[in-house]
């Protein structure tokens, strides 16, 4: 089993970026996705999830309206496109897949800074 995070990195406030998250070696259409978030001396936290067929999204209120969870179950790949960004977003973000196994990526770092 695989969860591979890419497109992290610097960007200023006010920025986007869009996260991607590659999946491989479980039934990745089954699974409901998430992308979480750990800053430094904080909890892990979720920022947004999406059900297996891709009918339903939630966010955390601190991202609503700014960031957008998406997947394409053809290639097996999970999104997170992030607008707006602002500092308070920095912090290392988790793809997740859970149904029957809970899956975590290495996680990918995002900086927003000035």
């Known amino acids: 089993v695989h969860l591979v995070e890419s497109g992290g990195g610097l960007v200023q406030p006010g920025g986007s970026l869009r996260l991607s998250c590659a999946a491989s070696g479980f039934t990745f259409r089954s699974y409901d996705m998430s992308w979480y978030r750990q800053a430094p001396g904080k909890e892990r936290e979720l920022v947004a999830s999406i059900t297996s067929a891709g009918g339903s999204t939630n966010y955390a209120d601190s991202v609503k309206g700014r960031f957008i969870i998406s997947r394409d179950n053809a290639k097996n790949m999970v999104y997170l496109q992030m607008n707006s960004l602002k500092p308070d977003d920095t912090a290392v973000y988790y793809c997740?897949?859970?149904?029957?196994?809970?899956?975590w990526g290495q996680g990918t770092q995002v900086t927003v800074s000035s």
């Open positions: 997740n897949a859970r149904w029957v196994w809970n899956y």
